[in-house]
T-cell receptor
């Protein structure tokens, strides 16, 4: 089991460029998440997908789009990168058995370190 | 506004000492998580606390939850260097986790 995998591990973009971060999980989890981590701020949720076919905004969705391609894969797209999007991006997944409003333990990928110049 | 506050944010301590990290949150929740992150690495789940009064222990770490006070603690007993890391608490609110800023723990020999 690879768990949660993310590609790429590192990326440098110029302002205005676009890119897609890929995430896949092999644990048959229902829910997937994208976070960004900035120094001293903990993790902030960008978007999440509670189940295949659904996506919802998190705390900081502006400038991002997501696609839940299938149960395994959840991608994050930056359409026009800005220096403020320089961050470490983590993808996570959880089983989520369907209890209303509750998320189970989240398992994290290794992260993508993105720099926007 | 939902807030999760950890303190201290930075802690340097000697091996063998005991210490406690605090996590306060501003809204009702019955589920709280503790995670560990090593420098440059991903996050690893340590504990999930599911109800008021819950206590979990793993080695030198013990976590507890008081939902009435909206407070969780992570207690470190007889610290060792290997426990040096950043520790995060996260509160479960309506399908999302709201995260504290993290406590960077450095344990000196």
């Amino acid at each position: 089991n690879a768990g949660v995998t993310q590609t790429p591990k590192f990326q440098v973009l110029k302002t205005g460029q676009s890119m897609t971060l890929q995430c896949a999980q092999d644990m048959n989890h229902n829910s997937m998440y994208w976070y960004r981590q900035d120094p001293g701020m903990g993790l902030r949720l960008i978007y999440y997908s509670a189940s295949e076919g659904t996506t919802d905004k998190g705390e900081v969705p502006n400038g991002y789009n997501v696609s839940r391609l299938n149960k395994r894969e959840f991608s994050l797209r930056l359409e026009s990168a800005a220096p403020s999007q320089t961050s470490v991006y983590f993808c996570a997944s959880s089983v989520n058995q369907g209890l209303a409003g509750i998320t189970d333990t989240q398992y994290f990928g290794p992260g993508t370190r993105l720099t926007v110049l | 506004e939902l807030k999760v506050e950890q303190n201290p944010l930075f802690l340097s301590m000697q091996e063998g000492k005991n210490y406690t990290i605090y996590c306060n949150y501003s809204t009702t929740s019955d589920r709280l998580y503790w995670y560990r992150q090593d420098p440059g690495k991903s996050l690893e789940s340590l504990f999930v606390l599911l109800s008021n009064g819950a206590v979990k222990q793993e080695g030198r770490l013990m976590a507890s939850l008081d939902t009435k006070a909206r407070l969780s603690t992570l207690h470190i007993t007889a610290a060792v260097h290997d426990l040096s890391a950043t520790y995060f608490c996260a509160v479960d609110i309506n399908y999302q986790l709201i995260w504290g800023a993290g406590t960077k723990l450095i344990i000196k020999p």
